[in-house]
Structure formats: structure tokens, C-alpha cells
T-cell receptor, first 115, second 110 residues
Framework: EAEVAQSPRYKITEKSQAVAFWCDPI?????LYWYRQILGQGPELLVQ????????DSQLPKDRFSAERLKGVDSTLKIQPAELGDSAMYLC?????????????FGQGTRLTVV | EDQVTQSPEALRLQEGESSSLNCSYT??????LFWYRQDPGKGPEFLFT?????EEKEKERLKATLTKKESFLHITAPKPEDSATYLC???????????WGLGTSLAVNP
């Protein structure tokens, strides 16, 4: 069964350091999402890609966060410098259709702890 | 303002005790409602998509229904392995946003 792959599964970093997360979506899925989820809350969209183009990054803290999907396949989310408040689960998801009205499939996430 | 509210926040059932979870919404131009299951420390697992009032979908012990104002996730004769957080999300077509609820944490005791 096709899955969304994410790495690493866990990451501990010191504040002010740089950290990066990687995501490989389901093959053929043009839309890729990065979400952040704090315990007890629903996922919060950080950035949405359609192929290699950014569709929505309105909630991405652009002073410290960046995301890219250079060839329209896998994607990297970077935080530099990391802050204590960035501790959360970072989730990648992909969907077949360009609109948000079809189901998205999530990876297992990266649990980030900033110390 | 687009909004999705899930209730109850937490639910504890005995094995075999059927119940329902609620997802009520006020969005501009509903284009889809999604149910997900999330186990601790893992990403959400897709369960169902509903598009129009009156639509129903079933999978094993789960059945999702949709009206013009809310969706229900019915759990029939639950087992301990059904314990998880169940998340609801609604796509607001007019604003092109996917709005998430906070989830219902379900615990099924053996």
C-alpha cells in the first residue's frame, strides 16, 4: 500500500539551531501539505504545494520557516533558528487532486522537541 | 467565520457499548467533510469523505453520516482497538480552506 514517507521520526534540537524535515508523498499525488500539530489540537496548515508551486503559505512563519518542493515530488521543511515554541508534531500529507475537497493521506510525522 | 466543532471532547465506552461522535460545522460552501482517526504519536489515518447531505459511508464498526449542519460518526459495538482520537475536517469551498476540529478522544475499556 502506498504511503507518505517522512523522516526523521523524532528530532531533538537546541534553540537557535537549524532543523530540516523531509517528505516523500504518494507517487502521482500533485498536492503536498505540511502541517503542524500541537498535542490536543487539530493540524494547522503551514504550506500547500501544487506540483512545485506554493498554493498557500499564509500561516507559515516566513522569518524562520522555509519549504521547497523543487521537482514537484519530495519536499523539505526547514526551521532556522528553532525556538522553544516550535516543539510540535510536523505532518506531511498528499492528495491526488489539486483542490482541498479530496482526502489527503498523512505520513507518520516528525516529533520535534526544541530544548 | 468558518468553524468546525467536535463533541464530546472525550468519551469513554465499555466494549460493545455503541455511541456517536458529533462534528458540527458552519462553513461557506461545503465541498467535503472528512473523518480521520489518529493514534498517539502518529499521523491521522483517513476514514471517510462525505460530500452531500444524506450521504452515508460505512467501514467495519464505523458509519459516517452527513446533514446540512453536522456529521455523526457512529461506532457500533466498539472494541478496545477503536480507542483513538477522531478528527473531523471540512473543506470550505468559498474560502478554499480546510477547517479542522479539535477531535474527540475515544477510550474503549475491555
Amino acid at each position: 500500500e502506498a504511503e507518505v514517507a517522512q523522516s526523521p521520526r523524532y528530532k531533538i534540537t537546541e534553540k537557535s539551531q537549524a532543523v530540516a524535515f523531509w517528505c516523500d508523498p504518494i507517487s502521482g499525488h500533485a498536492t503536498l501539505y505540511w502541517y503542524r500539530q500541537i498535542l490536543g489540537q487539530g493540524p494547522e496548515l503551514l504550506v500547500q504545494f501544487q506540483d512545485e508551486s506554493v498554493v498557500d503559505d499564509s500561516q507559515l512563519p516566513k522569518d524562520r520557516f522555509s519549504a521547497e518542493r523543487l521537482k514537484g515530488v519530495d519536499s523539505t521543511l526547514k526551521i532556522q533558528p528553532a525556538e522553544l515554541g516550535d516543539s510540535a508534531m510536523y505532518l506531511c500529507a498528499s492528495s491526488l487532486a489539486p483542490q482541498g475537497d479530496t482526502e489527503a493521506f498523512f505520513g507518520q510525522g516528525t516529533r520535534l522537541t526544541v530544548v | 467565520e468558518d468553524q468546525v466543532t467536535q463533541s464530546p471532547e472525550a468519551l469513554r465506552l465499555q466494549e460493545g457499548e455503541s455511541s456517536s461522535l458529533n462534528c458540527s460545522y458552519t462553513v461557506s460552501g461545503l465541498r467535503g467533510l472528512f473523518w480521520y482517526r489518529q493514534d498517539p504519536g502518529k499521523g491521522p489515518e483517513f476514514l471517510f469523505t462525505l460530500y452531500s447531505a444524506g450521504e452515508e459511508k460505512e467501514k467495519e464498526r464505523l458509519k459516517a453520516t452527513l446533514t446540512k449542519k453536522e456529521s455523526f460518526l457512529h461506532i457500533t459495538a466498539p472494541k478496545p482497538e477503536d480507542s483513538a482520537t477522531y478528527l473531523c475536517a471540512v473543506y470550505a469551498g468559498n474560502n478554499r480552506k480546510l477547517i479542522w476540529g479539535l477531535g474527540t478522544s475515544l477510550a474503549v475499556n475491555p
